[in-house]
């Protein structure tokens, strides 16, 4: 009816377009149709080309406090493709007053499929296991041990961090014939039923890495948990032992853990995050038999993917037409 | 005391010393403490030079009609440290009355565990995300379907053979928020509990194929279920369904699998086991990248393998001393 100045969208991702038929309907849109990543550079100099009302992008978008200045006063919203908000200057956002969406909860199931995926995969050994069927080495032995992985039965299991995620990867393990299940973190949690009473025991740091056969990290990256994983812990941890890091790359000490896996302090590892990502092809790490990593594929699931860019594009509709988001992050509350 | 006959056992692989030294009191050994693999033949010109009354094998040497004959009359026992005998002319055996002891039940968990590995490595494309993380790929790309995988979120599961090991899949597959478990094979099982009543249902093995998302084969080989994975079972599966066989390779007509598999009338397929093993290293399922291969890895962890030898052991020393053996292959049920 009147003209009234629609605003100004920056999508930094190649989305279905789907999705970007229902924003185009409210929003000018910068947007290109392709699969390249931008740079920091890229995304500065879009920005301050055509400074947005509004920026939706993914985790792999770093939006400091550059980003966010060279935005300006115009900017009035950021739309984070993301569970995790570590690649946001969140300081920044608080003091101009910038709300931020996200997309929570969605990505629990996968995730802990995820999890599971790497822990099992990393206990029995799966990149050697299909390595050696494809150089002949498959059958040359008559070694009982060989190819052996490390049993899931009787397992101690250590979750450093029993969120939503935490918690559905303790229920996918269970019915492994695990013994216990260890969890360390900033409060303990309550359990209703008995049987989870016995299973589930809250522990220090250290007595987790002491007691666990396999030790999961499924915690937030904060000032707390930087680089928590480092000499002392892999010092503290079984020989025998499997670390998981489905959560951040910053939580564990690379070079420690180059160590720790050399010389067989732990037994082995399984990571789906890494410092940084993409992890260089010529890492330490990925000369090692006994790293299994992933690109960070924890969310990476097609279901998953289409109800977080719902999410993101319920929340810039709702926060443009005066109504709340569906997942506000509470800056207020971190 | 006096001098009894002792009988003669040949062992076909390398053993631990302690059964080693649980065995030579009873028997003379036929023994190598070597770690290379005896093959066919090299077995059959033990047995020629020196015929045995019993014989404890591992793998996959072929219990036919030869080696029978050639062992001839001497023989009495055959102790496999398998859960299946399929390797074995039970009918053979059975007329020249040479009693088969072999090792159920211990396996289940670390098979089932390997299944669930498997189906979860190959639904998350493990093997394409790892040579991404190696070759540089990982980060070149803002779609944001890269490297998804298939969810088990609401998937319907399918289970050819609910024996032992197909439950103990069931048992952990379900809190991955799964929907539901269709099953096939000889009769439907009785469920006490309301909530498996509801969870699981007993189909036709076509009404399977059509409707689960994941197929896990986990039956015995034998006349009915060889190649009962062919071409028109393909046909009838889902065009994103994942297979993923634990149980032995001749359930499957592997040509047939290949044409599924590249003509996308399948996802992906997850094998521990082919025909043959090993599998040669220039078979065309290698070439495949929705083909997931690992070298019958299923029993392999290394308190399984000591309890199924132990197993095998006290089949041995119990038929020699007159007492039942712990696991019989009933001959007339075979």
């Not at chain 1, 302090?265 to 006994?290: M, Y």
């Not at chain 2, 991404?132 to 969810?151: F, H, L, Q, Y």
């Not at chain 2, 003509?263 to 090993?278: F, K, S, W």
Request: aromatic share 8%; proline share 4%.
């Amino acid at each position: 009816m009147t003209s009234i100045i629609r605003p100004r969208l920056f999508i930094t991702f190649q989305m279905s377009s789907q999705f970007i038929r229902s924003l185009k309907r409210v929003f000018d849109l910068d947007y290109q149709d392709i699969p390249a990543c931008l740079s920091h550079e890229q995304i500065l100099s879009r920005i301050r080309a055509n400074p947005p009302n509004a920026i939706l992008f993914p985790a792999t978008a770093k939006i400091d406090k550059e980003v966010i200045s060279a935005a300006g006063d115009k900017l009035k919203m950021l739309a984070a493709f993301s569970v995790g908000y570590n690649h946001i200057d969140l300081k920044e956002c608080k003091k101009r007053g910038i709300p931020i969406g996200y997309t929570p909860g969605v990505l629990t199931d996968t995730t802990a499929d995820s999890a599971i995926t790497l822990l099992l995969a990393t206990s029995r050994r799966i990149a050697e296991a299909m390595r050696t069927v494809r150089n002949g080495e498959w059958g040359t032995s008559s070694d009982m041990m060989w190819m052996c992985g490390k049993p899931l039965i009787n397992s101690t299991i250590g979750i450093v961090g029993l969120g939503r995620i935490g918690l559905a990867i303790a229920r996918r393990l269970q019915p492994f014939s695990i013994q216990r299940i260890l969890y360390s973190g900033t409060r303990e949690k309550y359990f209703d039923s008995d049987k989870d009473k016995k299973l589930f025991k809250f522990v220090q740091f250290e007595e987790l890495l002491h007691e666990s056969d396999f030790v999961i990290i499924a915690c937030a990256l904060n000032e707390k948990t930087a680089n928590m994983f480092n000499k002392k812990a892999f010092e503290q941890m079984k020989n025998d032992a499997i670390l998981i890091n489905i959560a951040r790359g910053g939580i564990v000490d690379q070079d420690a853990l180059y160590d720790a896996l050399k010389n067989g302090q732990i037994r082995a590892a399984g990571l789906d995050v890494t410092v940084p990502e993409p992890l260089p092809t010529d890492h330490p790490l990925l000369t090692l038999e006994n790293c299994t990593i992933f690109p960070h594929i924890g969310s990476a699931d097609e279901y998953a993917r289409h109800q977080m860019a719902q999410i993101c594009v319920d929340n810039l509709l709702n926060f443009f037409s005066g109504k709340p988001m569906v997942h506000q992050l509470q800056i207020d509350k971190l | 005391m006096t001098s009894i006959i002792r009988p003669r056992l040949l062992i076909n692989n390398q053993i631990p010393s302690q059964f080693i030294r649980a065995l030579e009191p009873v028997f003379d050994l036929d023994y190598q403490d070597i770690a290379t693999p005896v093959s066919q033949e090299q077995i059959l010109s033990r047995i020629r030079a020196q015929p045995p009354d019993a014989m404890l094998l591992f793998g996959k040497i072929l219990i036919d009609k030869e080696l029978l004959s050639i062992a001839g009359d001497k023989l009495k026992m055959v102790a496999t440290t398998s859960v299946g005998y399929d390797h074995i002319d039970v009918k053979e055996c059975q007329n020249r009355g040479i009693s088969i002891g072999y090792a159920p039940g211990v396996i289940a968990d670390v098979v089932a565990d390997l299944a669930v590995t498997l189906l979860l490595v190959t639904s998350k494309r493990i093997n394409e995300a790892m040579r991404a993380v190696r070759n540089g790929e990982w980060g070149t790309s803002s779609d944001i379907g890269w490297m998804c995988g298939k969810p088990l979120a609401n998937s319907t599961i399918g289970i050819v053979g609910l024996g032992h090991i197909g439950l103990a899949i069931a048992r952990r597959l379900q809190p991955f928020s799964i929907q539901r478990i269709l099953y096939c094979g000889k009769h439907e099982k009785q469920f006490d509990s309301e909530n498996d009543k509801k969870l699981f249902q007993f189909v036709q093995f076509e009404e399977l194929l059509r409707l689960s998302d994941f197929v896990i084969i986990a039956c015995a080989l034998n006349d009915e279920t060889r190649n009962m994975f062919n071409r028109k079972a393909f046909e009838q599966m889902k065009n994103d369904a994942i297979l993923v066989n634990i149980a032995r390779g001749g359930i499957i007509d592997q040509d047939a699998l290949y044409d599924a598999l590249k003509n996308g009338q399948i996802q992906a397929a997850g094998l521990d086991v082919t025909v043959p093993e090993p599998l040669p290293t220039d078979h065309p399922l290698l070439t495949l990248d929705n083909c997931i291969i690992v070298p019958h890895i299923g029993g392999g962890d290394l308190s399984v393998r000591y309890q199924m030898i132990q197993i095998s052991v006290d089949n041995l020393l119990n038929f020699f001393s007159g007492k039942p053996m712990v696991h019989q292959v009933n001959l007339d049920n075979a």
